[in-house]
């Protein structure tokens, strides 16, 4: 575990070279949720259609990254648009999140 917390401290947005936090776990639900009803994409507007482990996101909640059998899919075209998802439930996770400092 130890060295999983030592990758984290090193990875980065490849868009914005901010650093990147693992989702809250309500936060994961909620974008499988959405990979099922379709409404994921990522940046090079490929369609998400298999649920992820693991979700990082920006500090400014902006862009994500998903993690699939352990490697952390760090690429631009990649990318989710997080503010994007057009989903109330996530919508409202969003702003709850952005309001207490995540």
């Known amino acids: 575990m130890n060295n999983n917390l030592n990758l984290l401290s090193i990875l980065v947005c490849p868009l914005t070279k901010q650093e990147l936090k693992r989702a809250p776990p309500e936060l994961l639900q909620l974008l499988n949720e959405c990979v099922k009803k379709k409404q994921v994409k990522n940046k090079g507007d490929r369609q998400l259609i298999k649920p992820v482990d693991n979700f990082y996101v920006?500090?400014?909640?902006?862009?994500?990254?998903?993690?699939?059998?352990?490697?952390?899919?760090?690429?631009?075209?990649?990318?989710?648009?997080?503010?994007?998802?057009?989903?109330?439930?996530?919508?409202?996770?969003?702003?709850?999140?952005k309001s207490t400092g995540f």
């Open 58 to 97: 920006t500090l400014d909640l902006k862009w994500g990254y998903v993690k699939i059998k352990g490697i952390p899919i760090l690429l631009g075209n990649e990318a989710i648009d997080i503010g994007y998802i057009s989903n109330r439930e996530w919508q409202a996770a969003l702003k709850k999140l």
